[in-house]
């Protein structure tokens, strides 16, 4: 299987710095423009099924690059979700004293949030059902920052705990993977933004 993974674009409230987690944010200005460059991106790619998270910020995002794939199938689903913040959720990190590496890295872990392990099992068996469903074709995941590294984590044979360890996903970017059916993996490629700076 084919997995090409990307993020959703900017949004209002990555720039105020609040957390968003399970709430829809909204695409900002630029936003929308780097939806609108990687839906270019992707226009001639092959894509036989595409499965974004339905908050709003990535369900518009993958309806941007969906509108060059008329007849691809085009799924919403929780699973693709971002982390649950819990106590944090839509509030700014700066009214928690809270660096972006601390929740990441499951230093702090809010009260009635998700757990990095509660994602890491969510995407682990998302994936898994993934693969053994559609293991001959390329399939796209539109997603957000922290259930995208699940993700890797998942395919690169990471533990939960590392998750914290991995780079910030991009908005937009791409990354991807060729895996088969016994999860070994290829990288082809990796976080990459370049279409954004055409």
Do not use: W
């Amino acid at each position: 299987m084919k997995l090409i993974l990307t993020r959703h674009g900017e949004t209002e409230e990555n720039i105020a710095g609040i957390m968003q987690g399970h709430l829809p944010g909204t695409l900002s200005e630029l936003g929308k423009m780097q939806a609108k460059k990687l839906a270019q991106r992707l226009k001639d790619e092959k894509i036989d099924f595409i499965y974004s998270s339905d908050l709003a910020r990535a369900s518009d995002t993958a309806k941007e690059i969906a509108k060059y794939h008329p007849n691809t199938s085009l799924k919403f689903v929780k699973e693709l979700r971002e982390r649950y913040c819990g106590e944090f959720q839509g509030k700014k990190k700066s009214d928690f004293d809270l660096d972006a590496k601390d929740f990441k890295a499951t230093r702090v872990q809010p009260k009635d949030g998700e757990t990095i392990e509660e994602m890491f099992n969510r995407a682990e068996n998302f994936l898994h059902k993934i693969i053994t469903k559609h293991h001959r074709d390329c399939v796209l995941f539109v997603g957000h920052n922290g259930i995208n590294n699940a993700l890797i984590a998942v395919i690169t044979g990471k533990k939960a705990i590392d998750i914290g360890k991995l780079e910030d996903q991009h908005n937009t970017s791409i990354t991807i993977f060729e895996i088969d059916e016994d999860k070994k993996h290829k990288i082809f490629l990796y976080n990459c933004n370049k279409h954004l700076t055409n």
